[in-house]
């Protein structure tokens, strides 16, 4: 399929539609989140778009750099075209994420993404503006859309000190100078949540207060929570008593903090660890129950269906379930990664001023990995 699929029909037959990022997070903020579902194989394609198609909801289809690199580019393009021919009804975006300077570069070169996000929260405040700004000016100059990140909480699962938890989140006010200076489109923010199985230790939970206060001086801004995935207590126990070691102590956000976040904001919600989660209980069962087999179809048509279920699941507690008949007679722009309204919109709008604060030491020249 060629990019800049429409929606609709072609001769009898329904042609997915591709919506720039930016489209559909503005259609989702302060009503639902999107689900930015991480998929890299056959079968989490399949699970994804099947619980998608059945929950008619809007989905972000994300790539991360090791996933690109896992899988190769080109196979996950030719993947997710299958997809598109597959699953008709499905509206969706695509989303590179966690990208550095040159996995973004390579991105906004593709074509066949409507978003990058540059993760550059690692480094200073100062230090994060220039490398996000210029991957801003390189993306809107083709009609991407572009998320950065602001703020880190890492460690939470080890015996890392609350003050230096706190002092990792995003301060709001440098939300706000942030995004005033480097242009980007939306921003993940740092709440009290993780990557990985274990988002949160002894009593803690999100900082809800923390995200409603970067609201309130981002009002209409899309918002981003990473680490968003429920790590269910169910899928833990049956993953120990299939022989894994994932500790009792694994936890994830809970229903409730979801829907909270939501109001205050956050219009894309990344989930990537209950799917791992699932693919690891089914396989494990699968081989303890089943020993002697070894027709690895068996296990992976069964996650298909699992992951299928969760997504759906995931799409009707974000509030995106159902929502797929509105926006495809909403008159949203198609979008094959590179679409002409938005390049035009995106290149047109107001660049990052000059900023003499930026570190002069990063301004190199973009790198491709090529």
Request: hydrophobic fraction near 40%; glycine fraction near 8%; charge should be neutral.
């Amino acid at each position: 399929m060629t990019k800049g699929a429409q929606s609709g029909t072609h001769g009898e037959k329904q042609i997915a539609m591709r919506i720039a990022t930016l489209e559909l997070l503005h259609a989702a903020r302060g009503r639902y989140a999107l689900g930015a579902f991480n998929v890299c194989n056959l079968e989490q394609f399949h699970g994804l778009f099947r619980g998608a198609a059945a929950a008619r909801a809007p989905i972000i289809v994300q790539f991360t750099r090791v996933m690109r690199d896992y899988a190769h580019p080109l196979m996950l393009d030719q993947l997710l075209r299958g997809a598109e021919i597959i699953y008709p009804e499905v509206t969706f975006a695509v989303h590179h994420d966690h990208g550095d300077e040159a996995s973004c570069a390579e991105a906004i070169a593709s074509g066949h993404y409507s978003s990058v996000m540059i993760d550059a929260s690692h480094l200073s405040f100062e230090q994060n503006i220039a490398v996000t700004r210029r991957v801003v000016v390189r993306a809107h100059q083709q009609g991407i859309a572009v998320e950065a990140e602001l703020g880190q909480l890492k460690g939470v699962e080890d015996e890392t000190p609350v003050e230096t938890e706190v002092a990792l989140l995003t301060e709001p006010a440098q939300a706000e100078e942030f995004v005033g200076r480097t242009g980007c489109d939306s921003l993940a923010v740092a709440i009290g949540t993780s990557h990985g199985a274990y988002k949160f230790s002894g009593n803690q939970r999100l900082h809800l207060e923390v995200l409603a206060e970067i609201q309130r001086r981002l009002a209409g801004f899309p918002l981003v929570l990473h680490g968003g995935s429920a790590v269910p207590p169910n899928e833990v126990e049956r993953i120990r008593r299939a022989g894994g070691g994932i500790a009792p102590s694994a936890s994830g956000v809970s229903e409730a903090e979801l829907s909270q976040a939501i109001a205050l904001g956050v219009a894309k919600v990344n989930v990537a660890t209950d799917g791992r989660l699932i693919w690891t209980r089914v396989h494990r069962e699968f081989f303890r129950d089943r020993p002697g087999e070894f027709d690895f179809m068996q296990p992976g048509r069964t996650y298909i269906n699992e992951f299928a279920k969760l997504v759906a699941h995931k799409c009707e507690l974000l509030g995106a379930a159902g929502r797929t008949p509105a926006l495809t007679t909403a008159k949203l722009s198609p979008s094959g990664g590179v679409n002409n309204e938005a390049r035009t919109a995106l290149s047109a709008s107001p660049q990052p001023p000059h900023d003499k604060h930026a570190d002069k030491t990063l301004r190199t020249p973009l790198e491709s990995t090529r």
